[in-house]
């Protein structure tokens, strides 16, 4: 797997050095391993903090009496006891309450002052005297924050029984949560928010399915809920689109047909490409020549500079990089809250890898591959530290489980051997 995160970086550090971007291998390589050192310093703290809070707690098989008469004759007594409700699910509730009040304000407050701006701008989100690029935290709210979140809310409600307070709490802060991402994202291209709409509902899925599932008892309700959480999905979605918009007008491309645009000198990329090396027609195109000037677009860079067959080599590196991910997330699974993060991680990157090659070859959606482009670097490093911290704590936690065994083993090895010459002695 990281050899082939490598292969990908190197790739993108050398189609942007050939197009002029400025950038160096030494830059790209830096600011990934920071990235990931400083995911690891944080992502530490995180499990340290879940060791001492139980955040994460996993699931204790409940140990099943056969039943008798007599617990046949009390079982309806059970349903007379008072119903139990997460504390935690409460104060889940503050804070998302506390949100919303933070998402009003900034609405109210928008056409006053900059200092709480979090809608207006399609880029940057002014907190105070903090601006911050949306670009940097998507991936963190759709594939680390939301999951964890969501995970959070659907165990805490199987813990309160799924009452009906319970249930109307945990639905209002899901909602509440889709809304204030649905909103952070509305002004920028509609992908944004297609892409965000399929993380969210298989997150919500996964959730259900991998903590609730054996326990409602009512399972049609259930999906009927996230039937209807792709309605308003859905629905949100659908404001932006208008009668006789085309779906490359509705991912927010108006120059598919002009010369310049990015389809027309993919489409002639890739038909003209030699099966290795440069081709002479591309390189007379004064179009492609200025389309690849400052480009960070990785398979149409290598189908110019290379031809067919590096490309190939290329997609073929990325889809073993999508199966060698996978593999990592098999072994790094703890079978606790931490597994829906670390499954949407996968599949963010599985998006990214099939949208992305769509996309480098003229379908209109408007998602890069895995490391490329300026933010993916960072973004990309990001979940990929995550990931790899929970495959080294799980590793961590099984050498420390077989030390144990091996000292339990050494110390009743040692008793026997007593006992042993005890009895020789006598």
């Excluded at 703290?45 to 099943?64: G, I, M, P, R, V």
């Excluded at 689109?241 to 489409?267: K, R």
């Amino acid at each position: 797997m990281l050899a082939t995160m490598l292969l990908l970086i190197w790739s993108r550090t050398f189609i942007g050095i050939a197009n002029g971007c400025g950038t160096t291998t030494l830059e790209v390589l830096g600011h990934c391993a920071l990235t990931v050192f400083l995911t690891f310093m944080l992502g530490y703290s995180l499990y340290a903090w879940d060791d001492e809070t139980c955040f994460f707690y996993k699931d204790k098989e409940e140990f099943k009496v056969p039943e008798s008469f007599l617990m046949r004759l009390f079982e309806s007594e059970k349903y007379h006891r008072k119903p139990v409700y997460s504390s935690a699910l409460r104060n889940s509730l503050c804070v998302v309450l506390a949100l919303a009040v933070i998402c009003l304000l900034s609405f109210a407050l928008s056409d006053w002052t900059d200092w709480l701006n979090l809608f207006s701008n399609s880029k940057y989100m002014q907190i105070g005297w903090i601006c911050i690029n949306k670009k940097y935290i998507y991936d963190v709210l759709v594939v680390i924050v939301f999951p964890i979140w969501t995970t959070f809310i659907i165990r805490k409600m199987k813990e309160s029984e799924f009452t009906t307070g319970a249930v109307f709490s945990g639905i209002m802060q899901i909602l509440t949560l889709t809304l204030i991402g649905f909103l952070l994202y509305m002004r920028k291209s509609n992908i944004w928010l297609i892409e965000m709409a399929v993380l969210n509902v298989i997150t919500l899925i996964l959730a259900v399915r991998g903590y609730a599932w054996k326990s409602i008892r009512k399972k049609g309700n259930a999906i009927a809920l996230l039937i209807m959480y792709v309605l308003l999905w859905v629905s949100l979605i659908s404001v932006f689109y208008y009668s006789g918009q085309s779906f490359a007008g509705f991912m927010g491309f108006t120059d598919t047909t002009q010369a310049t645009s990015y389809f027309s000198n993919v489409h002639k990329i890739a038909k003209n490409a030699s099966l290795i090396g440069q081709n002479s027609i591309l390189l007379n195109d004064p179009y492609v020549i200025s389309f690849m000037k400052d480009s960070h677009y990785l398979i149409p860079s290598v189908l110019f500079y290379g031809g067919w067959l590096p490309t190939i080599l290329l997609i073929f590196i990325e889809v073993t990089f999508i199966v060698a991910l996978a593999g990592v997330l098999i072994q790094a699974r703890e079978h606790d809250g931490r597994d829906i993060m670390l499954d949407m991680i996968w599949v963010g990157f599985l998006i990214r890898v099939i949208a992305g090659l769509l996309y480098s070859f003229g379908l209109p959606i408007a998602i890069l591959l895995p490391f490329s482009g300026t933010t993916g670097i960072i973004t990309n490093s990001i979940c990929m530290g995550i990931l790899l911290m929970g495959y080294l704590n799980r590793k961590l936690d099984l050498w420390c489980g077989l030390y144990e065994l091996c000292d339990l083993y050494e110390d009743d090895f040692e008793d026997w051997e007593d006992d042993e010459h005890e009895e020789d002695n006598e």
